[in-house]
C-alpha cells in the first residue's frame, strides 16, 4: 500500500514575533513542522506498519520545507519529495501538491494524509481541494482508522461528539488532534533523515491566485464602552463604525 503525507512548515509559536511600524517583523521566526501534520505523519508510518507498504512525504515551496520533509523521514516516512510552488495561496498549494503527488513512482497512491488546517493561515482548504484534484474521496478531521480487507473504517470529530464513517480506498484523510500522539525520533533516526535525499519535483502550475494576501497587521485591540438610549442609536453607530 502507498501512502502519501502531505506536509507544510509554519511560523513556530515559540518564536519572537513583533510588529515594527505597523508590520509584522518575521526575520527571528523560526520555521517548524505544523502541528496537524505531524498527526498525519505519525498515522501514515503507523498504517505502513500495521499493514505494509511505502509512506511519502510531499511538500511545497521554499528550502524551509526541507527540514520538515527531513523531521518525516526521522519519523518513519521511506521517500521525500519537494515541489517547487508558492505557499500563499491554498489553491495554488492543492495545485502544486497533486503534481508532485502524480510524478511520484507507484502511481496514484491508496491514502493520501494532511493535516486538517495549517495553523498559520486556518483555512483547512488544502486537503479537500486536493481530493478534488486527484479525483479521491475525502474525509476530514479524523481522530480513528482501521483498514480492513475491502474498507477504511473511521471516526471522525463532529461538533457534537463523532461520526462513525466506512469509506472505500483510495481515500484523502485530513488528521484531528485526537488521532494518535506523534512519536519522538531518536538521534539515529534524525541522524539516518539527514543522509536520504529530498528528491526535488519541477512543476508547471498557472499563477492565477485565488487568493490574494496584501500584508499582516496587528490586531488595535483599544476598546472604547458607551451608553445608548435606544435601537435607533444602536443601528446609527453600528452603520457609522462598519462604514456601511
Known amino acids: 500500500m502507498h501512502i502519501v ?10 518564536s519572537r514575533i513583533e510588529v515594527v511600524n505597523g508590520v509584522v517583523d518575521l526575520s527571528r521566526v523560526s520555521m517548524v513542522m505544523n502541528p496537524y501534520d505531524e498527526y498525519a505523519v505519525e498515522e501514515a508510518v503507523r498504517l505502513k506498519e500495521r499493514y505494509g507498504g511505502t509512506v511519502s512525504a510531499v511538500a511545497v515551496g521554499g528550502g524551509e520545507h526541507k527540514d520538515v520533509l527531513r523531521k518525516a523521514l526521522a519519523m518513519g516516512a521511506d521517500e521525500a519529495y519537494l515541489g517547487d510552488g ?3 495561496d491554498a489553491f495554488l498549494v492543492a495545485v502544486s501538491l497533486a503534481r508532485v ?5 507507484g502511481g496514484k497512491p491508496a491514502i493520501v494524509l494532511c493535516g486538517k488546517l495549517s495553523v498559520q493561515s486556518g483555512r483547512g482548504a488544502v486537503g479537500p481541494m486536493l481530493a478534488g484534484l486527484l479525483g479521491i474521496e475525502v474525509v476530514s478531521r479524523i481522530v480513528h482508522v482501521d483498514v480492513a480487507e475491502s474498507c477504511v473504517e473511521l471516526e471522525r470529530e463532529i461538533e457534537a461528539g463523532r461520526q462513525r464513517v466506512v469509506a472505500s480506498l483510495p481515500l484523502l484523510l485530513t488528521a ?10 531518536n538521534i539515529k533516526a534524525v541522524m539516518l533523515a539527514k543522509k536520504k535525499p529530498i528528491h526535488s ?12 494576501v496584501d500584508g499582516f497587521r496587528s490586531v488595535d485591540r483599544r476598546r472604547s464602552c458607551r451608553m ?10 453600528v452603520v457609522r463604525e462598519s462604514d456601511v
Open 5 to 14: 503525507v502531505c506536509c507544510t512548515a509554519v511560523p513556530d509559536t515559540a
Open 86 to 88: 508558492r505557499t500563499d
Open 101 to 105: 503527488i502524480g510524478e511520484l513512482p
Open 176 to 185: 484531528e488532534k485526537g488521532l494518535n500522539v506523534p512519536r519522538k525520533s
Open 201 to 212: 519535483v519541477t512543476i508547471s502550475v498557472d499563477e492565477a491566485q485565488r487568493t490574494l
Open 228 to 237: 445608548l438610549g435606544s435601537v435607533e442609536e444602536v443601528v446609527e453607530v
